[in-house]
């Protein structure tokens, strides 16, 4: 009951801050929308009790890439820039991918539907205060069974980064 | 009964510490933020030879609640030009997220909100991540160029300085294997000895950035009153402006508290393991008596009747306290006993936070401000490499005692003297890279679109 209620609360607000988000004219409030929504995701997360994911969430994508966004936001002209992005070809290709992802998602909920026990319905989950503490359990899959992808994931990120600097530093050089 | 109301008592019956602590920090924090600034204006007094605020209270004791009093009753302006919603709701951000992130400190082995979430020190660490936006947002909504170019700098310096943070939190978490706040401070004292020991170049570089995290003096940027007035808080007045000043001093409660537990042993007493320094148990009650006998002494010399009052009022509180520590001392009474941890652990971790604290202070009065490129070439270039190189240090300590066998000082000694040559190396390498920097840069000017 009460973990329902906790639920739909953060999926209120993570739907109404998205809706917001792309309706905003103003960049900056819609930095501010998403920050809301991605808040309320890392709620359910904690509401499910995979309290690391809710943190990593906070620091990663909030205490992160939220504040770079707003960073960027603010040294960059959008008023010059938007309407560069207006042309009429965007416009139907965008319309076109929610479209796409409207009816995947509705084929996947109606899937789910429609075969019980099945789909996106676990069958019997355990109760989440019954977990084991997710912190250790996240570090020993990760290391442990998915030490490969893990660290070629790093090394691909990190070569990401690397490349940026480098490209960054490029064009300061020319200068 | 009515049940719904009965599952309110219950939880109630259940939860009652941890309402009462939340309670707590809501409500003395910002008295606690206030008597802070007094004891800096004091401080900077002293170190300049001069006596400070004296007027209001004895030696201006009551100097913060007449401050609080006058930016409560100062007009609240908002700028024509700004954006309300954000400009109201900014300074609400700052503080919300400073007040929550003490939540998962523990100041004692009994005040605490919540100290064994699974996360920690990480949910303290990441709430307080949220304040910068508080900053960043305030700055654009007040739409003005220091408030911009203040804001601009607090963020690219929190984030900076973060990363840095995170790395030096990372070696502390190393030692202790978990990031549970109650089981972190039990597990150095099985340990013997403060991590702050065992990782001192993690404890240092975690100062250094925990300072410019809560953008004091010397890495006071962005509110750099002699360059940008008064940076992101230029537009604010009245009781937006104390909120978020509010923040700024919750901030560094915060980022005290988290270096405490992790690296100063948390509500421990200094060595909680050596015998003989056993003394120190007597000496909570034996400070506040010395202060109450101090104020008693000092009482008869205030010139009007309300001081006096007030510092027999002083006295009797600190007496009354030392009472209490006095006879809940192992030997006496029973029903004392069992509240006895909570305040004695509660009395060290404000003594190590207040030396924090202190520590934060004294830096301030003492060292000038730095330039935004230094500040830069700082966090980048020698701190965050720093900490990667101690990550990997205390890792290697680690995998020497347990794998090897090694004696434990031995070899933390050897991989800190091996961070401590790397950091040297950066620095000097550093220095000649920025020498030649300088002079390219006085060859062909660069535009810095955020220097200021």
């Known amino acids: 009951m009460l973990d329902s209620i906790i639920f739909y609360f953060f999926a209120g607000i993570a739907v109404l801050s998205a809706l917001l988000m792309i309706t905003r004219r103003n960049a900056i409030h819609s930095a501010v929308f998403l920050t809301t929504a991605l808040l309320a995701t890392a709620g359910i997360f904690l509401q499910l009790h995979a309290e690391f994911l809710f943190i990593v969430q906070i620091i990663l994508y909030v205490g992160g890439i939220m504040v770079m966004f707003i960073f960027v936001i603010m040294l960059v002209r959008l008023d010059v820039a938007l309407p560069r992005l207006r042309s009429r070809l965007r416009q139907w290709s965008a319309i076109l991918v929610a479209l796409a992802v409207f009816l995947e998602a509705g084929i996947i909920l109606y899937l789910a539907r429609r075969i019980p026990g099945e789909g996106l319905l676990v069958p019997s989950p355990a109760p989440a205060a019954k977990l084991p503490p997710n912190t250790e359990d996240l570090a020993n899959s990760l290391f442990h069974a998915y030490l490969l992808p893990f660290e070629i994931a790093s090394v691909l990120l990190l070569v990401a980064m690397i490349g940026a600097v480098v490209m960054g530093k490029n064009r300061s050089d020319t200068k | 009964m009515n049940p719904a109301l009965h599952s309110v008592l219950a939880f109630l019956q259940g939860w009652w510490v941890e309402l009462l602590c939340a309670f707590l920090i809501v409500a003395l924090v910002p008295l606690i ?7 800096e204006r004091k401080l900077m007094a002293d170190m300049q030879a001069r006596l400070g605020p004296m007027r209001v209270g004895p030696h201006g004791l009551l100097q913060p609640i007449a401050d609080a009093l006058k930016l409560l009753i100062k007009e609240d302006i908002i700028p024509a030009e700004a954006d309300k919603l954000v400009f109201w709701f900014a300074p609400v951000l700052s503080m919300t997220a400073a007040l929550t992130a003490l939540g998962a400190v523990a100041f004692g082995p009994w005040f605490h909100v919540a100290r064994d979430i699974n996360i920690g020190l990480l949910f303290v660490v990441g709430i307080s991540a949220l304040g910068p936006f508080g900053i960043v947002l305030g700055g654009w909504a007040s739409n003005n160029h220091y408030s911009i170019i203040g804001a601009l700098r607090s963020t690219a310096q929190l984030i900076s300085y973060e990363t840095t943070a995170g790395f030096a939190l990372v070696s502390g978490f190393l030692l202790s294997g978990t990031l549970r706040v109650g089981a972190i401070v039990e597990q150095q004292r099985a340990d013997h000895a403060w991590y702050a020991f065992l990782a001192p170049v993690g404890f240092i570089t975690y100062l250094i950035a925990s300072i410019a995290e809560t953008n004091r003096a010397p890495f ?7 360059e940008l007035v008064a940076g992101y808080m230029t537009e604010y007045s009245g009781f937006r402006w104390a909120l978020y000043f509010l923040g700024e001093y919750a901030n560094m409660i915060v980022v005290a508290s988290v270096g405490t537990t992790l690296f100063l042993g948390g509500w ?8 003989w320094l056993g003394w120190l148990d007597a000496l909570p009650a034996l400070l506040l008596a010395a202060v109450g006998v101090y104020c008693l002494i000092r009482a008869g010399k205030q010139p009007a009747q309300v001081q006096k009052l007030f510092m027999w009022a002083v006295a009797f509180a600190c007496f009354g306290v030392a009472l209490i520590f006095a006879l809940a001392a192992p030997l006496a009474m029973a029903p004392l006993h ?11 971790f404000l003594v190590k936070v207040s030396a924090y604290i202190y520590v934060f202070m004294w830096l301030r009065f003492t060292l000038p401000r730095f330039r935004f490129d230094q500040l830069m070439r700082l966090g980048w270039h020698i701190l965050i490499p720093l900490a990667l190189v101690n990550i990997l240090g205390v890792g290697i300590a680690l995998a020497l ?6 004696n434990r000082w031995l070899a933390i000694a050897i ?6 040559i790397a950091g040297l190396l ?4 550093n220095d000649r890279h920025a020498v030649a920097a300088s002079l390219a840069a006085e060859a062909s000017p660069v535009e810095d679109s955020y220097a200021g």
């Open chain 2, 33 to 39: 933020a206030g008597y802070i600034v007094l004891v």
């Open chain 2, 220 to 226: 006071d940027l962005p509110e750099a009153e002699s």
């Open chain 2, 268 to 275: 421990l007493r200094p060595f909680p393991s050596v015998d």
């Open chain 2, 338 to 348: 069992i509240i006895y941890p909570g305040l004695y652990g509660a009395f060290w």
């Open chain 2, 401 to 406: 005692i347990s794998g090897l066998g090694w």
């Open chain 2, 415 to 420: 991989t800190t003297t091996a961070t401590v």
């Open chain 2, 426 to 429: 950066l620095i000097r390498w």
